[in-house]
């Protein structure tokens, strides 16, 4: 071969990626492909363990945080596995080990079935080190400023990572932004030397808890799960298959993530549409619930919405904040979605505004009045009072003035900035000496509430605010004003 073929031979090998000329270039380049090799034998052993482990039910899972998402999902997973429960709250521990449960979802008769069993409550964290499967459910509050509050998520996965060790798997299912699973948990984690994906696993599975709904619960409420890897989401679908009826696999942890903030932001959205219509129907003098009720006689392309005193829960008032942090770091203004929470918000001080007009038709100011509070609950026929808008509304009608006195069948206390309020033993004992009585929960006791008596039993000229269109019919000495109901009415 003549020397002119040799440097076009030479010359093709190059331009396929070889280097006569540097041996040391490609032997560095082969050793990372060994040790790349190695790293997926390696995680190729533990995840293969972790499946064995789960199909045979002698995997060890821990919850951590027991609150309205962790003891649920833990009684669950106690059907199956050999599950601790670890929280860092002792009076919630104490009460379990009694049998004792915090949330209504979950019967003390269902938490005696599996204790001192299948399940160990316990606020010992070295307790995480003997488990195969972590799940993480913690809260993730606003901070003052509406931004996203992460530092419970941090502080598990700090915990977690003093006792990781090679061939674990960590599972997030706390409501957050995307990017929070990868970016934030991940690299906490990675603080105890070991390398996600490599050395253990990590994923993202949302929370689909609906407090209080008897038709869906996790079993039977399709689970959506997403890795940092398509094997770490096999992992973690596995899991969940042995509790679920539907596991829904997505690409990504950023997916899952997203796709929690999409749907609870569609109901932030809507609400807050239906909340500033009945503003602008008030003004016109439109019932917003005869509207609500026409409308949903569409049998396609409508879903329905009602107007009330604000929202509460652990994610529908939280979510659009989180989101529209999240855009900002990536340049975008979520104006519609940031002004769907601003909306939601502003509800709280419209009911109190109500409370003043209804104050002022009786010919009263709130100052130095008594307002009856019914209902304190965010949600219907439950006792969790988290983000409840009865909060705010207590503090403003406090901070001008008036006392109040709160009444609840279920929720039987309320802490707000304006102290600690508890329900009275009964309706009456509320009402008696009011001025003014508001309904901010639609508890189905309330359906029930016979009126008859609040002119007899309340302050002259009785005011009733009803945010919830709870009452059809009122005394004719009442003066009652509706939220949506287009304004001031009398008896």
Known sequence: MSLSGLGKMEAQRKSWGFDLNAPTANLEAGRMRTKAKSNRDKSNRWQKDLITGIDDRTAVICVVGLGYVGLPLAALFARKFRVVGYDINEKIIDNLRKGISHVDDVPDSAIKRIAGKHFLASSDETQIAQCDLIVITVPTPLMEGKEPDLSHIERAGQTIAKYLRRGQFVILESTTYPGTTRDVLVPTLEKSGLQAGIDFGVAYSPE???????KFGIANTPKIVGGISPSNTDVAARLYGTIVEQVVRVKSCEVAEAAKMLENIFRAVNIALINEFSLILDRMNINTWEVVEAASSKPYGFMTFYPGPGIGGHCIPLDPFYMSYRAKQFGMNARFIELSGEVNDFMKYHAVKLVKQGLARAGKELRHTTIAVLGVSYKRDQRDTRESPAKKIIEEISAQGAAVRIFDPLALRI???????????????????????????????????????FPKWMNPHPVIIDTRNILSSWPTEVVYVGLGKGGVQEG
């Open 208 to 214: 689909r808890i609906d407090p209080g709904n008897a």
């Open 415 to 453: 802490e707000t900035k304006a102290g600690l309020f508890e329900s009275e033993p009964t309706l009456r004992d509320t009402i008696a000496g009011s001025d003014a009585v508001i309904l901010l929960t639609n508890h189905s006791a309330f359906r029930k509430l016979e009126t008859t008596n």
